[in-house]
């Protein structure tokens, strides 16, 4: 099962993974990427479903997201105004990024996963993207030079089924973007770190360093259908929302070299077997995460949690019950019949600029 992405609504993959284990059809692997990776940490954790739903909305998840802070440059002006030189530049990751430095977001070190409790009923693997520059290399013409080398965190097993596998995005088709074409294993990472190193995000949070390397998150590729189909034979995946075209697309061209729609078309149409139609999750679940708060007169873009915990309880219960639901509706389809479009809004709001 492919958990790409989610952003703050994570808590819909933990009752996505609910409602398939209650119909006998849990995955024996988690693939995660970015906010995935950690619902994938909480379930490979917790195995009773009910601990795993308690986990989400408890008072140390709501601490740890009520201690996030906007950084420096979290002014709303300069966010502006560099979210529209992306925009109106065509080039392909140009420049070489400064993720070390330039990010909105404060996150504190450790992220608040339970401790393990019992034998883990799934495997998990997760995906990051381990950087191919230092600090000293930021601003400079990227040229054709490779900027990412996507890799997998995984077990012995799940990295003998990916031995010799390049990269998804080593495929021409995706154009000349700054991802390596060889694709990384590393067994020795615990699940923990691996969820920490996916959060790492090119606009939100910095490039997170462990063990003396630096490392973009699972952005690099939030739609692995590739990897997945090598990890598995049957492939459940999500049927996913667009990106917007006026921030998330011009974001990932300009770190990544990718076209991100591009690429999310791929991925919904190729490879899966199940495909949980989670397309008008920013509709139904507008309000139910973390939001923006845009301060005008202090030139500042803020995180603003639910004020009390009971909402925060609320909100994540009804994460919970979006993502069953919808995994219980496709339990209802035959395998690889595509679930119809919903009307989902195709545009995210301003400064929403990816889900990571």
Known sequence: MVLGGGGFRFG????????LRQAGKAPDVLLASCGGAIAAAIIHNLPDPAAQRAWLSSEEMYRF?????ATEHAALLGTLARAA???LSSAAAPVIPDLFNDYLFEIPPQLPFPPASGAPEVDVAILGGKLLFTPADVGQPRGQRKLFAETVFCNQRAAAALKDMDSPLGDPRWGEHAVARELLTDTSVPVTDAARISIADMIYFRCAQYRGEEYIGGVVDL?????ARALGQEVIM??????????S???WRSVLGVDGNARLRYANSHLADMRIDSSDVSVVL???QMQQKLDWLRNRIELQMPPSHDIFIQHMNDQW???????KEALARPLRQQPPVRRANRHSKPLSSIEP
């Not at 997201?65 to 802070?69: G, N, T």
């Not at 739609?223 to 990897?227: N, Q």
């Not at 019950?321 to 995994?327: I, L, M, S």
């Open 12 to 19: 819909i993959y933990i009752g996505m993974y609910a409602a």
């Open 65 to 69: 997201w009520c201690s996030l802070r």
């Open 85 to 87: 030189r992306r925009k």
């Open 223 to 227: 739609f692995p259908v590739e990897i």
């Open 238 to 247: 999500e049927f996913k929302e667009a990106f917007d075209q006026v921030f």
């Open 249 to 251: 697309i011009p974001a």
């Open 286 to 288: 507008e309000k139910q």
């Open 321 to 327: 019950q979006y993502g069953y639901d919808r995994a």
